[in-house]
């Protein structure tokens, strides 16, 4: 009107740039990163795997034809040491998990209260995952279980016991013992963060309400504490199928094989017989074991929060 001309306005939508477009592009060098420390050595297993590589030969680093690609496998699979070495790893894996959630639950609810010196029992009690595995075998088997001089030597006898070196007599039952002392606390820690999560304000209405330390644990603790026992499991069974510095001190995977587990198999391949390809194989099948067993013990757990929901 009257020679004024109004500026129609812009229908357009204004587009307006996301704070974090710009940024999405700094996480491709840390997925870079574990791609070429995590995936290329995997990749390169299983090459390895169809091969006849031994360390003794060093042109025998070829693939063995599409016939005879399947030798190393085929070869583990008609050794019937293979099983017993699987049992070893099942047996070990799943003792360790099974002990070191029931006692890190048991800790983690103990040093969840209060009372003097808890600062100083946190730091005991974590102490055992801080020791290196060598130094710890080396510590159980000739301070503790020694028969001669070690502490059992002298324990045993108070209670009327024969002094005896348990590393022969149980040696299966003997590295649990060992691995659950030093993984415990490890589990602890998972669920004692967990458990400082949980909102007072639930726990207190959970005692107005009637719930007793029974129902309080399964119905308020237990569901909210699934997440950290996911990761707590996951993590063990990863830590607990790749022990080998136990065994190798104390045992050295003996006697015979009993104490044998696909780590210490995989170094024996590698380093003993030195075949590259078998022990590539014998990787590839304590990678398919380790996902079975997260797994399981995966479903074991959600399987039993749905009944207590």
């Given amino acids: ?14 587009v307006r740039r996301r704070p974090h477009e710009g940024r999405k592009f700094l996480s491709v060098p840390g997925i870079l990163f574990l791609i070429i420390v995590t995936q290329v050595p995997f990749a390169l297993t299983i090459y390895f795997s169809f091969t006849g590589w031994n360390l003794l030969r060093p042109d025998s680093q070829r693939f063995l034809g599409w016939e005879r690609m399947w030798n ?4 583990i699979l008609r050794n019937p040491d293979f099983y017993i070495v699987i049992k070893n790893t099942v047996a070990l894996t799943v003792s360790v998990v099974i002990v070191t959630f029931i006692l890190g ?4 609810l103990l040093m969840n209260r209060r009372f003097p010196g808890r600062g100083l029992a946190r730091t005991m009690l974590i102490s055992p995952f801080l020791i290196m595995p060598v130094a710890a075998a080396v510590l159980w088997k000739n301070l503790m279980l020694d028969p001669s001089f070690g502490l059992s030597a002298w324990l045993l006898p108070l209670f009327g016991l024969p002094s005896v070196f348990l590393l022969q007599e149980a040696p299966m039952a003997t590295i649990i013992g060992i691995v659950s002392w030093q993984f415990t606390p490890f589990v602890m820690l998972i669920l004692l963060a967990g458990l400082q999560s949980l909102p007072d304000s639930t726990r ?15 119905f308020i603790i237990l569901p909210h504490l699934r997440r950290f026992i996911e990761i707590a499991l996951l993590l063990q ?3 607990v199928l790749n022990v080998f510095g136990e065994i190798f001190v104390t045992t050295s995977g003996g006697p015979g094989i009993q104490t044998t587990n696909l780590s210490y198999q995989i170094f024996l391949e590698a380093f003993s017989r030195w075949n590259i390809g078998r022990a590539s194989a ?4 304590a990678i398919v074991l380790a996902n079975i067993l997260v797994l399981l013990f995966l479903r074991v757990v959600r399987s039993q929060q749905k009944e207590t929901a």
Wanted: charged content about 10%.
């Fill in 1 to 14: 009107m009257n020679g004024e001309i109004i500026a129609a306005p812009n229908l357009q939508p204004e």
């Fill in 237 to 239: 069974v990863i830590f």
């Fill in 204 to 218: 207190e209405a959970a005692w107005l309400d009637g719930a007793g330390p029974v129902a309080m644990f399964r």
């Fill in 282 to 285: 014998y990787g590839l099948f």
């Fill in 72 to 75: 190393n496998y085929s070869w």
């Fill in 105 to 108: 639950m048991l800790l983690a």
